[in-house]
């Protein structure tokens, strides 16, 4: 199994955020409403605020396994079972 998994390719500069929740929309209820308001809008003063706290909080167990976000240009779904080379 991987362990590390393409979320959003950076070719999306920065919508990157908007579009994560535009392709796992089942990750929007971690956000408030206003937050909700807010990453639906790039050029929002509060965008890059929203989700650095919702990527910084972001943790999800799937068969016993902890994903994370990671970002690198791109977004990554990375296991804490992840090796880093």
């Known amino acids: 199994m991987s362990t590390i998994k393409l979320a959003v390719d950076g070719i999306h500069g920065i919508n990157q955020p908007k579009r994560f929740f535009e392709l796992y929309p089942q990750f929007i209820d971690k956000l408030d ?44 779904f990375v296991a804490d079972t992840h090796v880093w080379e």
Do not use: C
């Open 33 to 76: 409403e206003e937050a909700k308001t807010i990453i639906n809008d790039p050029s929002h003063d509060q965008y890059w605020d929203v989700w650095d706290d919702f990527s910084r909080a972001f943790e999800v167990m799937v068969e016993g396994v902890t994903w994370r976000i990671v970002e690198d240009d791109d977004i990554f």
